[in-house]
């Protein structure tokens, strides 16, 4: 029994000690890009959140959302290299039914680009018939103002 327990003790030593070189070697990313939803429903706002590690080549930032259709938008930030902040959000507004692809891009001075993208799934409101029938059919049998109908 106590062979394997020491058995067990190596391996435990091992794996734990690469783990730690491995997490004191990785640098943090470049760029990064959070979503507040992966699924909302139409017309909803959606917040992109996006980190940029300080770096003096750094110089601008943009956001695109596009959809299946290849509707969508964009927006630029402009940074100032390492002196900019590393956070940043932006609000795309109201977004209609559909699938998006959301993408950041980290444009630096020599001219390389860094990408990061995620998808958003916005769902559109129920049909009539699920939801309780048009709104014509619901007026029919309300009261008026005076309680007649």
């Known amino acids: 029994m106590t062979r394997y327990a020491l058995i067990a003790t190596v391996f ?8 730690t070189a491995s997490a004191a070697d990785k640098k943090p990313e470049p760029l990064t890009l959070k979503m507040s939803a ?5 017309e909803s706002d959606v917040i992109a959140r996006m980190h940029v590690e300080p770096d003096p080549r750094s110089r601008e930032l943009t956001i695109e959302w ?14 100032d290299g390492d002196g900019a902040a ?8 109201r977004m209609p039914e559909g699938e998006y692809t959301v993408i ?5 001075s020599d001219g390389s680009e860094i990408r990061r993208t995620s ?6 409101m ?10 014509a059919q619901g007026s029919a049998g309300r009261l008026g103002p005076s309680g007649r109908r």
Do not use: C, M, N, Y
């Open 38 to 42: 992966s699924f909302t429903p139409s």
């Open 12 to 19: 435990a030593a091992v794996a734990l000690a690469s783990g």
């Open 66 to 79: 596009i959809a299946e259709d290849l509707s969508g938008g964009s927006h630029v930030i402009t940074l």
């Open 104 to 108: 950041a891009i980290l444009k630096l």
């Open 86 to 93: 590393a956070t940043h959000q932006f609000a795309i507004r």
């Open 119 to 124: 998808r958003v799934t916005v769902i559109g």
């Open 126 to 135: 129920f049909p009539p018939s699920i939801s309780g029938g048009s709104s």
